[in-house]
């Protein structure tokens, strides 16, 4: 185990996913975690992250100077790095002048002798963000890279492991820093890279299996990937035990319903429940337009529509939870401002009558889950679903919401993904979809005038869906797209493709 150890900077998961991408396993832990506590966990190394605040600044987070006894590796990022250089008597400072403050993309030369640099060219690429100066390195370290503006970028101690970087090896813009970070686990610290999906999936499957013996499992399956997942690893592991709950609220993009029956229920022989509910849900959003109530409908119907089912099956043992482990980090500090109400499944504990939550993919990352589930057999096409929201159609449907609407997104959705698929350009971009806008405009059709709606064409990259870039997809896969639309499709007659980043745009148009 690798500890990570979270000093309040904005890249802490992506140092994890970096790490576990090394094959190693890892947890982020706050730094507020006592000494006695990590310790606990016999870390086989500790990687210090960054941070907002100045090492020399009161009330910045710190550590006990006695973790440097513990006698494991450690390696500083940034304000880590000057973390190390604090407590170790070496001395940090605002930067003077411009001359040692580094920002963004900075050409950086290494000694490649040193273990974390090696095997890496002598002169690459870092990315920097930060405004203080390591003055004066501590004791019993070296210099082990420079920059033409800062002669300290990298400090090491390789007697006792311990090593400081000023950049962000875990950022996709420092060159080699997944092979530094490679190093680090490897050649210092001596790991062995043990933490395999396949090996994962086989102890979770026999790990829940004894837990949960011959009780009973009650899971909401929703079609995404974590969930999916969460009920065919739980299958593999109680078989018929294992129910599970499929509302259909009539806003999932086309045939998607039948997919998701027709996987569970045939490829894996599944004890799954389709409920198929869209008249209830219609019959709450009519006549509504606002978003956050449309969302807030959805919400609390879904939770309903399961409730029956679930009473209609009784008390069971366990519930399942699509939990992953970016929710496991990110729970407790929700002070971020609500730009949109998420409804996920996560309310539903309250009222399902059970005695225990199970979730078998706590500890995963996204790319993580999504290995498990090949690894168990899931078709690529669920594996690889692009994020869909819990509100469905209900929310790319701009305005009110009727049958007729959502038939013609349907249609049009389809056909977008389709073109884009055909073109080979849907593994380019990370989540695309149409969107009908309540606006109408004048066309002419034939010899006729039409009066129809406009129907939005959106695709964006993005990481991490926190920021997103539009996407710049080839003019003829639009034009296909668009023709094909307006042939097939009726009720609209203009399409328009959103060409906004996030900020300030969001993704979703609603
Ligand atoms: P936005 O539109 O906020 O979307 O840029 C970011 C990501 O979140 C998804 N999204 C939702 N997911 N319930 C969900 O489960 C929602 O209400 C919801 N709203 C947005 C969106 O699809 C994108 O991936």
């Not at 929700?334 to 009558?353: C, E, F, Q, R, T």
Request: proline share 4%; net charge negative.
């Amino acid at each position: 185990l690798v500890i990570v150890l979270d000093f309040g900077g904005q890249y802490n998961q992506l140092i994890a996913r970096r790490v576990r991408e090394c094959n190693v396993y890892c947890e982020v832990m706050p730094y507020t975690k006592s000494l006695e506590e990590l310790k606990a966990k016999n870390p086989s190394a500790i990687i210090f992250t960054g941070g907002p605040n100045s090492v020399y600044e009161d009330g910045s987070p710190l550590y006990t100077k006695e973790i440097f006894s513990l006698g494991v590796p450690i390696l500083g990022i940034c304000y880590g790095c000057q973390l190390i250089a604090h407590l170790l008597d070496g001395e940090v400072t605002p930067a003077q002048d411009d001359s040692a403050r580094e920002y963004g993309k900075t050409k950086t030369y290494f000694d490649t002798s040193c273990k974390l640099f090696k095997d890496i060219p002598d002169e690459s690429i870092t990315w920097m963000s930060h405004g203080d100066y390591m003055a004066k390195v501590p004791e019993g370290f070296k210099l082990v890279a420079h920059s033409d503006k800062c002669p300290n970028v990298a400090i090491a101690d390789e007697e006792r492991g311990f090593y400081g970087v000023q950049f962000h090896p875990e950022v996709q813009h420092t060159e080699f820093g997944q092979k530094m970070l490679h190093n680090f686990l490897y050649e210092v610290c001596g790991l062995n890279g043990d933490w395999k999906m396949d090996e994962f999936a086989k102890q979770s499957i026999e790990k829940l299996r004894e837990k949960i013996g011959d009780k009973k499992v009650l899971c909401a399956l929703s079609g995404g990937v974590d969930s999916s997942v969460a009920a065919v690893m739980i299958h593999k592991a109680v078989g018929k035990n294992l129910t599970c709950i499929f509302v259909d609220h009539g806003l999932l993009r086309k045939n998607e319903g039948d997919e998701v029956e027709k996987t569970f229920k045939e490829k894996f022989d599944m004890n799954l429940i389709r409920v198929n509910a869209q008249d209830r849900f219609l019959g709450k959003l009519k006549g509504v337009s606002d978003p956050e109530t449309k969302r807030k409908i959805i919400g609390e119907e879904f939770i309903r529509v399961f409730e029956q089912e679930a009473k209609k099956i009784g008390k069971v043992d366990y519930l399942v939870q699509g939990t992953i482990y970016p929710d496991v980090i990110e729970s407790g500090t929700g002070d971020a401002a609500v730009i949109k109400s998420h409804h996920n499944v996560g309310g539903l504990p309250d009222y399902v009558d059970f005695k225990e939550i199970v979730e078998p993919l706590r500890d995963l990352f996204k790319d993580e889950v999504r290995k498990v589930g090949l690894e168990l057999g899931i078709p690529e096409f669920l594996v690889w679903r692009q994020p869909f929201p819990g509100p469905g159609l209900a929310i790319r449907i701009i305005g009110d919401i009727t049958e007729e609407k959502i038939k013609t997104l349907q249609d049009a959705d389809f056909i977008f993904r389709d073109e884009l698929a055909k073109a080979g350009y849907d593994k380019n971009v990370h989540q695309y979809f149409a969107v009908l806008t309540n606006m109408r405009s004048v066309g002419v059709m034939g010899d006729g005038r039409t009066y129809d709606y406009t129907l939005a064409l959106r695709a964006v990259t993005t990481n991490d869906f926190m920021t997103a870039d539009w996407a710049k997809i080839p003019y003829d896969i639009l034009e296909s797209a668009s023709n094909r639309i307006i042939n097939e499709v009726k009720n609209i007659n203009r399409i328009v493709y959103d060409i906004t980043s996030k900020p300030p745009a969001t993704i979703e148009w609603e």
